[in-house]
Structure formats: C-alpha cells, structure tokens
C-alpha cells in the first residue's frame, strides 16, 4: 500500500468515484421527478379538463430535471473511456 | 467496448468521414423514401402526420401563428426521431449518439431563436427587451449559451446511454436479454425527439413573447 503505482491508483479512484457518482446523480434527481409527477397527478386528479397543458409541462420539466442526470452520466463516461488524467500524466 | 466517440471508415477526398455521417445519409434516404412513396400510394397518411406536428407544436406555443415555425420545428422531430429509432439497425448506430449531430441540431435552434426575435421586434427592439432589466444581461447571455449546450448534451446523453446499456447487456447475455433495453431505448428516443422539439418550441415562444424569457 506505502508504494503504489499512480496509475493504478487513479484507476482506483476512478472506478470508486464513478460508482458513488452515478447513484447519486441518478437517484436524487429521481426522487425529485417523482415528487413531479405526484404533484402533476394531483393537479389532473383535481382539474381533469386541464390533464394536456399539465402533461406538456410535465414533460418540459421533466426533461429539465432529467438533464442533471445526464451531466453526471457523460462526466462519469469521459472518466471510464477517456480519463483526462490517465493520458496526460502517463502517455 | 469501443470507445464513446464514432470511428472514422474511410476518407473522402481527405475529409473524415465515421459511421454516424453515414447513418445520417441513411437517415436522409429514408425519410426521402418515405415521404415519396407514400405521397404516390395514400396521401392521406401525410395529412396525418402533418396534422400530428401541428397539433402538438401548437399545444405547446398557444395563441401564435405557428406556419412560419412549423417547417423547422417539424423537421426536427422527424429528423430526431427518426435517427434516434435507426439505431435498432444492427450495423447502424444512430447519428445522435455523436456528440456532433445534437450540437449542430441545437446551434441551428440557437440562431433561429434570435432571428425569429430580431424578425419580430427588430434589432434594437429584440437587445433592449433581452436587457429589459439591465443588471440581469449578463446571466441572461450565461442563459443562452449554457441552454443550447444542455439542449444538446441531453439528446446526446439520452442516447448514447441506450446505446451503452443494450451494448453491456449484450455482451453479457447475448440473446433474448437486451430486447426490453432496446425497447427502452427506442421509447426514450421518440421520448427524446418531443422533447427537443418542444424546448425549442419554447425557446422561440419566449423570443417572440414580449417580457417572457421564461426558460
């Protein structure tokens, strides 16, 4: 453990990092799109005539929310397939 | 596993040309094809259709003349749609999982917000109702720039995440396995192409709204 290659090392750290990142990137904001989608259910539950501007905005901020979950999954791909760091320290 | 980015299969007077320009051609072939048979055989269907964008593109911008926006934001859901679904293809890989297409799709959608403002109000019009409070210009400009990157990084992330997990399930159990995973992935990629096409539509419905830059 006292003398561990680099490289080695940041492929550990990598591959912890990515796993801790991904659950947390996806499930916050899963439970904030569900939290959504419980207040959409609701709003149609209540006015039933106004179900289509609701599901077109659901959809909206869905996809808004959603987006912050796909940052964390790109930034967590760039760090398995093309670490920045892996190739400017040792190639 | 190949890596993220498309490999380059062969050049072309020098230019570079990878598997998803080629899927785009496919793409273009199709839709061309598409569209011309049907016109000969049942016209009807395309009435369909049209009446389908235009219904939908008209829920999401109420109280507009929508003619001059429906051309480009029609072809748009055609056009992702139907590139998101070709990836099912199997030597095919959809043209949105390149980074490229989504940030040309989206500069394109970029432009044409400001033209369709600067076309309503004029110029001078369009700048002072941007700055209508003068101290949020700044973060109105950071607004418009980091949009159009989240506009196509989303297409691009949806998709090539579709791509990965029916990839991974495959290699991990070649046969019956990855069929609910593509079905996913092809749900979310017409999922993916309303999406797009309704940000946009909302992006120009708040360049054209007087004081309304909502999103």
Do not use: C
């Amino acid at each position: 453990m006292s003398e561990m290659n680099p490289e080695l090392l940041i492929t550990i750290t990598t591959i912890l990092v990515s796993g801790i990142g991904i659950v947390l990137g996806t499930a916050i904001p899963a439970i904030v799109e569900g939290r959504a989608v419980l207040k959409a259910l609701d709003g149609i539950t209540r006015q039933p005539e106004a179900a289509n501007d609701i599901r077109t905005t659901l959809l909206i901020s869905m996809a808004l929310l959603e987006s912050t979950a796909i940052y964390v999954l790109l930034v967590i791909l760039i760090l398995l397939f093309a670490n920045p760091l892996l190739t400017q320290f040792f190639n | 596993m190949e890596s993220i980015t498309p490999q380059i299969i062969l050049y072309i007077f020098g230019i570079p040309i990878s598997s998803t320009i080629i899927s785009t051609w496919v793409t273009m072939l199709l839709i061309t094809a598409f569209v011309l048979v049907i016109s000969k055989f049942s016209p009807d269907a395309l009435d369909m259709i049209g009446e389908f964008l235009t219904s939908m593109i008209s829920g999401i911008m109420p109280e507009k003349n929508i003619d001059i926006y429906l051309p480009l934001l029609g072809t748009l859901a055609i056009f992702i749609a139907v590139s998101n679904s070709i990836g099912i293809i199997p030597i095919l890989t959809a043209p949105t999982s390149d980074i490229n297409t989504p940030i040309a799709l989206s500069i394109v959608i970029f432009f044409s917000v400001h033209l369709f403002g600067i076309q309503k109000f004029g110029l001078i019009g369009y700048i002072k109702e941007l700055a209508t409070p003068i101290f949020l210009f700044p973060f109105e400009i950071i607004g418009q720039i980091s949009r159009t990157v989240s506009l196509s990084l989303r297409l691009f992330g949806n998709i090539l995440s579709g791509e990965l997990i029916s990839a991974i399930i495959f290699g991990l159990i070649p046969l019956v396995a990855p069929l609910p995973f593509i079905g996913l992935s092809l749900f979310i990629g017409i999922l993916q192409a309303y999406v797009f096409t309704a940000l946009s539509s909302v992006y120009i419905d708040a360049a054209v709204a007087a004081n309304n830059n909502l999103v």
